[in-house]
């Protein structure tokens, strides 16, 4: 039992004022969700949040910084594919007209409508989740035995992997240029995104358990490509060489990304 005296009372509904102001003004996620539970205390407790936290650092972090990771890298190798990229931000974003030196100045600029209008932008961030996938294996259990729809059995406890990675790459998939790095494949004659079936492009996986945060992480690499490539231009320090990636939960990059950056003027590209 807790006991509260009026004093007591006034303090920690001072406190509660005090926390909710402060949550107010920062924008973290942790922050909104906590604001959130001022307003409705039962809404989840302690550990509810803690798992959430965990679902985004354990599956949100290196997700999308190996996937930002491998475009920076495709886009050095192709400069055509980089220079229209920021011509489309650019368009999008403060027009052909307008220089936008500073980030807090250009980050202002990239509204809702803005950052959905990057058609080009998306595709090209899924073409590199196609050719990179952040979780290039993922390694399923068997319930109960059951029949694949392709007639192959399985037993209860055999574990099955489906890969990213191997059917990115499948030319009876993609066509004879499965290999090749080409962000138009995923547009129409309009310039629209055109995505493909899940079962097709596995990368966030498929069917109930598909990736939560599919929408949340296209939003957080769409905004921070469209700042690096607003302001800067991206070379590899070496122009011929090449990265290898390293096997595990998620595709890594076998070294370091050596890259040469250079601020982006409006006039050129
Ligand atoms: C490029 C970025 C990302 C990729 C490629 C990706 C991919 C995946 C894949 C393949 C799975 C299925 C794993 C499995 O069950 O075997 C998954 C699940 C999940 N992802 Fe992502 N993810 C990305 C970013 C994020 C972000 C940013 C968040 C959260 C902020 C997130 C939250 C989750 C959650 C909560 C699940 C579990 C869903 C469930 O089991 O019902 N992911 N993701």
């Not at 790459?169 to 995104?193: I, N, Q, S, T």
């Not at 599919?214 to 320090?237: D, G, H, N, P, T």
Request: proline letters at 5%; one cysteine or more; charged letters at 25%.
């Amino acid at each position: 039992m807790t006991l509260c005296t009026p004093s007591s009372t006034r303090r920690s509904s001072r406190w509660a004022e005090i926390n909710r102001n402060s949550y107010a003004k920062k924008e973290d996620i942790l922050s909104r969700f906590l604001l959130e539970r001022e307003k409705d205390p039962g809404c989840f407790d302690n550990k509810y949040l803690r798992d959430i936290i965990l679902n985004f650092v354990i599956a949100g972090r290196d997700t999308t910084a190996g996937t930002l990771s491998w475009f920076l890298y495709v886009l050095c190798k192709d400069q055509r594919i980089q220079d229209k990229i920021a011509r489309e931000v650019r368009q999008a974003t403060t027009g052909d007209h307008q220089d936008v030196g500073r980030v807090r100045e250009f980050t202002a600029c990239l509204t809702e409508g803005a950052i959905g209008s990057m058609h080009y932008l998306h595709a090209a961030l899924t073409e590199t989740l196609r050719l990179y996938p952040a979780v290039p294996v993922d390694v399923k259990c068997c319930f109960s035995d059951d029949t694949l729809p392709d007639g192959h059995a399985v037993r209860r406890g055999d574990m099955v992997n489906y890969q990213p990675y191997a059917m990115g790459r499948m030319k009876f998939l993609w066509g004879d240029d499965a290999d090749e790095f080409r962000p138009e494949r995923w547009l129409d004659d309009d310039g629209v995104f055109v995505p493909e079936s899940p079962y097709k492009f596995t990368a966030f996986q498929a069917g109930p358990r598909i990736c939560l945060g599919k929408e949340f992480a296209y939003r957080q690499m769409k905004i921070f490509a469209a700042v690096l490539l607003y302001l800067f231009r991206f070379e590899m320090s070496e122009h011929n060489s090449t990265v290898g990636y390293r096997p595990m939960l998620t595709l890594k990059m076998d070294g370091p990304l050596y890259v040469c950056v250079s601020p982006r003027r409006s006039t050129g590209n």
